[in-house]
């Protein structure tokens, strides 16, 4: 969709996929996504957005009084509930610089000036970068049952607040790890798409499957489980290049729907 590196111009990509043109986070309707924006003009609002690590910490909006979790910074908070990939842009002279594809891991509440100086509550995001896992789905443990499994999956999908401690891209991996878990032992030994046994076993005797998130770029991250189906690679291939992938994705997503008890919509 974007590539790492490339300069877009912000009105172009508002006119391709829609959001608000102002501000620093912009909410298109209709598409997979959440924009975010960073710049140094950003500082006079009393931003401080900046690298930590492997984790780049991202302040919400709200110019006046405490920030709080509406429109832009809900959005960012639930993103993984509800299906969307986070997209950093880095605002430069030239246009906006794509960064990459990035998960909230967490977030904490500090102390800050507004654009009026006034001291207020901010909230600061840990954005994880995405793409670096492989798209083989995790092990389930052995001898637990699939509702502790599930269970332990929705706790690891709902938006996590925590202190920063230089951990968020440690403990994103083990969130997004116990959904894997829990999804491959859903899917019983099965592609959750074709229905067909997994293609063969590893050498620990544990069927090969692999992870797809229907609605995001990035095969990772710890996303509601009605969004993450185990595959076998050749319907996730498909999934990815197939000239059917729309009506592949929609029957998928009418699966899930149904064995999460939740809507596809």
């Not at 920030?67 to 509930?81: E, K, S």
């Not at 030239?94 to 001291?119: H, I, K, L, N």
Request: aromatic content about 8%.
């Amino acid at each position: 969709m974007f590539q790492i590196g490339q300069i877009y111009s912000r009105t172009d990509l508002h006119r391709a996929h829609g959001g608000q043109p102002q501000g620093g986070i912009a909410t298109p309707r209709g598409f997979a996504g959440v924009l975010l924006f960073t710049g140094e003009g950003g500082q006079r609002y009393g931003y401080r957005d900046r690298w930590d690590g492997d984790v780049f910490r991202y302040t919400g909006e709200g110019q006046r009084g405490d920030m709080t979790f509406v429109r832009g910074n809900r959005a960012i908070r639930d993103h993984l509930q509800d299906g969307k990939d986070l997209h950093l842009f880095e605002i430069e002279p030239e246009g906006c610089r794509y960064v990459g594809v990035f998960a909230c891991g967490g977030w904490t509440v500090e102390r800050g000036p507004d654009v009026d100086g006034s001291d207020r509550s901010v909230i600061v995001f840990d954005l994880v970068p995405q793409g670096s896992r492989s798209d083989e789905a995790a092990i389930p443990p052995p001898g637990v049952p699939l509702e502790e499994l599930r269970r332990r999956a929705l706790a690891a999908s709902a938006p996590v607040v925590a202190p920063h401690t230089g951990n968020s891209v440690h403990s994103f991996r083990i969130r997004s790890r116990q959904v894997a878990e829990y999804v491959v032992a859903r899917a019983d030994e099965h592609c959750e798409s074709c229905g067909s046994p997994a293609p063969f076993r590893r050498t620990d005797n544990t069927p090969y499957l692999e992870t797809h998130h229907i609605r995001r770029v990035a095969d990772d991250g710890a996303d509601h489980p009605r969004w993450v189906a185990a595959v076998c690679p050749n319907c996730h291939r498909r999934a990815h290049h197939g000239s059917d992938r729309d009506e592949l994705k929609r029957r998928l997503a009418e699966r899930l729907a149904s064995l999460e008890g939740t809507t596809s919509a």
